[in-house]
């Protein structure tokens, strides 16, 4: 069979042939595969095979099938929006680097736990108290959906009073809070892409097959103490992120680091 030689089952040989044309460019982006019977006769296999492998090419976000025109390739542009994921101290005021987001509801504001996951970023154990917030933000000129949460420890909450009353502050506002509490602002952000859970899907109007970036943000205090935990999870697919990066002094990577 032309181009099959990688063991496993048929469909899959099929695929990494096709996937292995379209990484050499002999199937460039935004070009039509060949036919069905193209294919059969190319790889010497039989229809429900050729259709498995398109199947498993489709669900990997490699190609698209168009009703009546066939299977395209698709193309990798330039997520529609960027993210500025940097944060501007004007005066007392914080400015976070993208400000066009717009809720899509009010904030729901609930008590919640620290996990597995979120405890380590707090510097916590495992079931602490918290407060969590959610929000849906849209990019009004992309249709860009993101999912925003802010968790607050309680201790955070007790030793700046805005907070206590009204965790639904917004972000800047809290890192204002914070700054008048006596804090010395930093933060750390993790960044990692991976597939949605199902409400995530839905909530951000996810295609099949579209993985979405999530990113942790942690505000620390004095002497590095973490105050909150921010995520934000959006399309891969339609999003990038742009950071603004400078160099910290040898006394600022030691308190990180610790």
Known sequence: ??????????????????????????????????????????YEVSRPTVR?????LRSEGL??????????????????????RSITRAGKAFVPGHTSWEQAHEPTVYRTETTATTGPLLELAESEALFGVDRVLIDPATGTRALHRVLIPLATTENTPPLADAPDTAPEEIYTALTQAGHKLTWSETVRARMPQADERTALELPDA????????????????????????????QAQLTYRITADSPRTLRAVRN
Do not use: C, W
């Open 52 to 56: 498995n492998a398109i199947a498993a």
């Open 210 to 237: 579209t993985p979405v970036i999530h990113t942790m943000r942690v505000t620390h205090g004095t002497d590095h103490q973490p105050l909150i935990l921010e995520e934000l999870r959006t399309s891969g697919s």
């Open 63 to 84: 190609i698209e099938v168009r009703h009546g025109k066939g299977s395209f390739v698709k193309g990798t542009p330039t997520p529609p929006l960027t993210i500025d």
């Open 1 to 42: 069979m032309a181009g099959i030689e990688r063991p496993g089952p048929l469909y899959q040989q099929v695929a990494a042939a096709i996937r292995q044309g379209i990484a050499n460019g002999e199937f460039p982006a935004g070009a039509p595969l060949p036919s069905e019977a193209q294919l059969i006769e190319r």
